[in-house]
């Protein structure tokens, strides 16, 4: 049957080559390795992809993971001024040796808690980073163009036709790639002042005494990890707007520290108590052959898109340092700010959520250079990878938004009537937009049955340019544009952090989706029996561009998204022989099966063509 997508012909999976790896136990692996504890595995690293095979609807007969890349194919991503993003080609890939059991553990800590001796071992580390040959690969700037690479469409999936690009943003590989990512820049600099207990600070962002840039990234102006590419306006003792859309709000400290617990509580807690569904915070699924983009998980899209743009330099030419993907790792106070994102993992896992345990995440491999300058590919979980966090105190666990109307007010005819209906889409996003949104469910449920299916406010096929910043607001059954993050009716924010550089011409065509849970929202308004809300989205900045294909809400499964029964159409047809004796019985003579690669949304008008094409396929 056809339920989800048509079948795109054009679209090809080549076959790779068998390779066998040895693993660090020294025993040999032909198939996939059942590690649950990896992020990724080193199945998906060692099994390529061996052509088309059947689907049923009972599971996939086999995985489709995004593969390393092929570092001999990078593109260089822009000309005139010279960035290169491309890292030095190496042919030998070693797998990854998981450091020994008997290492120390490394602690990272909270970088405004860090004592001067910290901070002398830390700029060191890093200046001998920036002294390191501009072609070894464990240099500062080859370290930041590492993110760029992989950021900025420079690789191709690997043996997918027509080519499609990688990305490790918006989707379910965000928050493993950037652990890897991170540790082995950690451990370059640890190589590099001879000390195997270091470990890279983290921003405390989260928590009112952190919220300030840490002063060891603002002075002085000498330090090796220093940036002069930052917002002025932004240097200690401001608090980071964890909400912040490119206008500095004039609110006493207070709000802003309310408010960002407010956020973090949104973000991280609402989306998952008890949640069976991994996706609304870590992100939607991404496989090969798949287009980018697909969706980010909560705390990607917030806090984490919205610290990239308000430390970046407004007055640069693209935002640069943080505020651009293409230049953010150029910045030290990056890894400081993915070190908390990397926490807030941790956090979520031990103590609200649950990860994947689909083989294509955990099979997903990339490529990086360890601290010899080995070329190197694997992924674990932090207790196998020897590092920890400083324990600090997390207050916006209980910050819950309340709602800023009375329980059970309905929604006002005069709010209703500014609305469209949910069929005026798509929609240029040119301005402000109200919709009327249905509900699938119009009743009060368990809690056990709203952690396995939440309800889920889905803006769908948003459409903008990739290389400009792009950021809105989304408020439920509120008609006040104004409306703070410590109110329930603020329900989230969609933030594109920029993919631009220097010599980039003509659009990049990105889209993508947002998905927010609204339960307990709804809970607070008393809304629970209602048949619709009003959903308002708000410009903020670099919309004029930007087109909506769909808003909806749906209750959102385990298996929601786009999965590997988006990928495929297996067709079954058989010949039978009647038995006599039992008339409606028979038995099977033949049976044959063709499975298409499919990658496209079906309209609706089109969902039972499954019927006739059974009926009429000469298989």
């Known amino acids: 049957m056809i339920s989800h997508h048509k079948c795109s012909p054009s679209l090809k999976i080549k076959p790779r080559r068998f390779h066998t790896i040895r693993s660090s136990s020294g025993h040999e692996h032909d198939h996939d390795l059942p590690r649950r504890d990896m992020l990724i595995g080193l199945g998906g690293l060692s099994a390529g992809v061996g052509g088309l095979c059947a689907l049923d609807n009972n599971g996939p007969a086999m995985a489709l993971p995004i593969q390393a890349p092929d570092l001999s194919s990078c593109r260089q991503t822009t000309d005139p001024t010279n960035v290169n993003c491309c890292p030095p080609s190496n042919q030998t890939i070693r797998p990854f040796q998981l450091p020994p059991a008997s290492s120390p553990m490394r602690v990272r800590p909270a970088a405004h808690l860090v004592d001067a001796a910290y901070i002398t071992r830390y700029t060191r580390a890093v200046q001998l980073m920036k002294q390191l040959p501009a072609n070894d690969p464990r240099n500062f700037t080859q370290q930041a163009n590492v993110h ?20 490790v943003h918006s989707s379910w590989l965000f928050f493993p790639w950037h652990r890897l990512y991170l540790y082995f820049y950690e451990r370059i600099l640890a190589n590099l002042i001879g000390d195997p207990t270091f470990a890279l600070p983290f921003w405390n962002w989260d928590a009112p005494n952190g919220m300030a840039m840490p002063s060891m990234y603002a002075t002085p102006t000498t330090s090796s990890i220093y940036d002069r590419l930052r917002n002025a306006r932004h240097q200690p003792p401001k608090l980071v707007n964890l909400n912040f859309n490119g206008t500095d709000l004039n609110i006493p400290d207070a709000q802003q520290i309310q408010n960002n617990l407010n956020t973090m509580y949104r973000q991280v807690v609402s989306s998952v108590v008890q949640s ?15 287009r980018p983009n697909p969706g980010a998980g909560t705390l990607e899209g917030v806090p984490h ?8 330099d407004p007055t640069s030419r693209f935002q640069e340092n943080m505020g651009n993907f293409y230049s953010a790792g150029r910045d ?12 807030m993992w941790s956090i979520w896992s031990d103590r609200f959520g649950r990860n994947f345990t689909d083989p294509d995440w955990l099979n997903s491999s990339f490529l990086f250079y360890d601290e010899n300058r080995n070329l190197v590919r694997d992924a674990l979980n932090i207790s196998q990878l020897r590092y920890s966090y400083q324990n600090v105190d997390t207050p916006w666990v209980n910050a819950r938004p309340r709602s800023k109307r009375a329980t059970g007010a309905r929604i006002s005819n005069d709010l209703k009537q500014k609305a469209l209906n949910a069929d005026a889409f798509p929609r240029s996003l040119n301005g402000l937009i109200r919709v009327i949104v249905k509900r699938p469910i119009n009743k009060s449920r368990t809690k056990e049955e709203k952690a396995e ?10 459409e903008l340019d990739a290389r400009e910043l792009v950021e809105f607001d989304v408020l439920v059954n509120d008609d006040d544009e104004s409306t703070m993050p410590d109110k329930s009716e603020f329900v989230g924010s969609f933030v594109n952090v920029r993919h631009r550089h220097e010599g980039m011409e003509g659009e990049m065509k990105m889209k993508t989706s947002l998905r927010i849970p609204i339960d307990e929202l709804l809970e607070d308004l008393g809304a629970e029996g209602d048949d619709e809300v009003v959903v308002t989205l708000v410009p903020r900045i670099g919309t004029e561009k930007v087109t909506i294909d769909e808003v909806k809400i749906e209750l959102l499964s385990s298996t929601s998204g786009p999965n590997l029964h988006s990928h495929f159409l297996s067709i079954r047809q058989g010949a039978m022989i009647n038995d006599p004796l039992n008339p409606g019985n028979g038995a099977l003579l033949s049976s044959s099966r063709v499975t298409l690669l499919c990658n496209m949304p079906v309209p609706e008008n089109a969902k039972d063509a499954g019927v006739t094409l059974k009926k009429y396929a000469k298989l």
């Open 453 to 462: 299916q939440p309800e889920v406010l889905v803006i769908e096929g948003i």
């Open 305 to 312: 898109n919205t610290v990239h743009v308000w430390t970046g």
């Open 148 to 167: 760029c690479a992989y950021c900025n469409a420079a690789y191709d999936q690997v043996g997918i036709t027509p080519r499609t690009e990688i990305q």
């Open 332 to 343: 030290p106070i990056f890894f400081a700010h993915h070190s908390n994102v990397d926490r």
């Open 276 to 290: 069976t569904t991994p996706q609304l915070f870590l992100g939607m699924p991404y496989r090969a052959g798949s």
